[in-house]
């Protein structure tokens, strides 16, 4: 099954017949039908899948002869609420073709192939960013993650459970990675317009902005919309809307990101004063000093705001992602020496598997597709099939040297 025959394959698995946006949220009867996409993919290549005790897979090609530390490839089948196709299974699909153009050449690898579907990358339900490679390189331990809650109040460890993959609670367990992984080369559709406006169908990754996400719990007082004179009210709505626009202020100031996609109310009432606002602030700069400086000015700012009007805050790091420097020397390896010149090194402000890898040791390096858009987390992604066969054959180019 070619590139595009696996691509239809996959297609229907999550997609919403309204937005056409996907809803691959992980450990749901979703993420159950891209395992076995995955399972049907890998038993069709003969490669045996190694499912680690949170459900990342790796299918492993493993020839007699070979040996030493693998070579691990691919990236996570989850999307966003709403996601749009590319992002992720871009990279899954392509490793799995890139194995097949790499055997069509006759190339037998000395070092173990992985083909890797890391689990919650997205964190789009128990909220801490690429949870499963977390786990699998130790960067979150299981004790730390078990406890976490979705917004129905479910437990990690519940879910997981429910999904088939059982995480004794055994302190010693580590997922996939006890020394096995020599290097990790991750395809991702690029999220950005920078291959576009520099005409090039595929990058290289230089690295990848420190980002975090923080939880703002702003409380009030409920009370009647109609006989509560504004002078007496505890409005936590109004605290929020405030610091909504001053953190779209302080990042435009200092040429950082700053986004409140998620926001609950409480009771979420016509006609009362909410009790209670949460939301969630994404943070993202080029420092890990500008993040902090970021979100403490926007903290400062909306603290203030709250003294004002008699509510209170607390603000709480979730998820919190450093600075990703990818090895240089493996990414001007990649870049260099094809035919139609070398690939450009360019930065992301997107989070990845492959940042949590490199943060944990391992070489690492991201190849990018060109997104003529470069829209993402949204149902308009999209990378041009032309575009993602050159991704495949980069991927297979750049998988055989790091193989041989
Ligand atoms: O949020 C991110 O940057 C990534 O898409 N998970
Ligand atoms: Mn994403
Ligand atoms: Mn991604």
């Excluded at 299974?89 to 890391?118: C, E, H, K, M, Y």
């Excluded at 917004?151 to 990675?177: I, M, N, S, Y």
């Excluded at 109609?226 to 936590?236: H, L, S, V, Y």
Aim: glycine share 10%; with cysteine.
């Amino acid at each position: 099954m070619g590139f595009e025959e696996m691509w239809a394959d996959l297609a229907p698995i999550g997609r919403s017949a309204t937005s056409g946006g996907y809803f691959r949220q992980p450990w749901t009867s979703t993420d159950a039908e891209l395992r076995a996409w995955f399972a049907e993919q890998a038993g069709a290549r003969d490669l045996h899948v190694e499912p680690d005790l949170v459900g990342n897979l790796v299918a492993w090609w493993q020839p007699p002869a070979a040996e030493g530390p693998a070579v691990l490839t691919g990236s996570h089948l989850d999307s966003v609420l709403d996601g749009g196709a590319f992002d992720g299974p871009l990279g899954v699909v392509s490793a799995f073709a890139a194995v097949d153009l790499l055997r069509s050449r006759g190339f037998v690898p000395t070092r173990p192939i992985g083909v890797a579907a890391f689990v919650e990358e997205e964190g789009s339900r128990f909220g801490l960013a690429c949870l499963g490679s977390r786990l699998a390189t130790g960067a979150t331990t299981w004790e730390q993650a078990r406890d976490l809650r979705d917004r129905d109040g479910v437990r990690l460890r519940d879910a997981v459970e429910a999904a088939g993959f059982g995480v004794a609670d055994d302190p010693t367990w580590r997922g996939l990675f006890d020394g096995r992984i020599g290097c990790y080369v991750e395809l991702h559709v690029e999220q950005g317009r920078d291959l576009v406006d520099r005409g090039a169908a595929v990058g290289v990754a230089s690295g990848i902005w420190p980002h975090g996400r923080y939880r703002f719990d702003f409380t009030g007082e409920a009370n009647h919309a109609g006989t509560t004179r504004m002078e007496d009210r505890r409005d936590p709505m109004l605290s929020y809307a405030m610091t909504a626009l001053a953190a779209n202020k302080q990042a435009r100031l200092a040429d950082a990101r700053a986004t409140f996609g998620r926001v609950h109310v409480e009771p979420n009432g016509t006609n009362a004063v909410p009790s209670r606002v949460t939301a969630w602030l994404d943070a993202r700069a080029d420092t890990e000093e500008e993040v902090a400086s970021l979100v403490d000015a926007v903290t400062r700012q909306a603290t203030e705001r709250a003294g004002r009007d008699g509510t209170t805050l607390e603000v709480t790091a979730e998820s919190v992602s450093g600075l990703v420097s990818f090895d240089p020397d493996l990414a001007a390896r990649i870049a260099a020496d094809h035919a139609e010149g070398d690939w450009p090194i360019i930065p992301t402000a997107a989070g990845h598997d492959a940042g949590i890898l490199s943060a944990a040791g391992v070489p690492t390096a991201m190849l990018f597709v060109r997104n003529p858009t470069g829209v993402s987390h949204s149902p308009e992604e999209h990378a041009a099939t032309a575009d993602c066969l050159v991704g495949v054959s980069a991927l297979a180019d750049t998988l055989e040297r790091l193989a041989s």
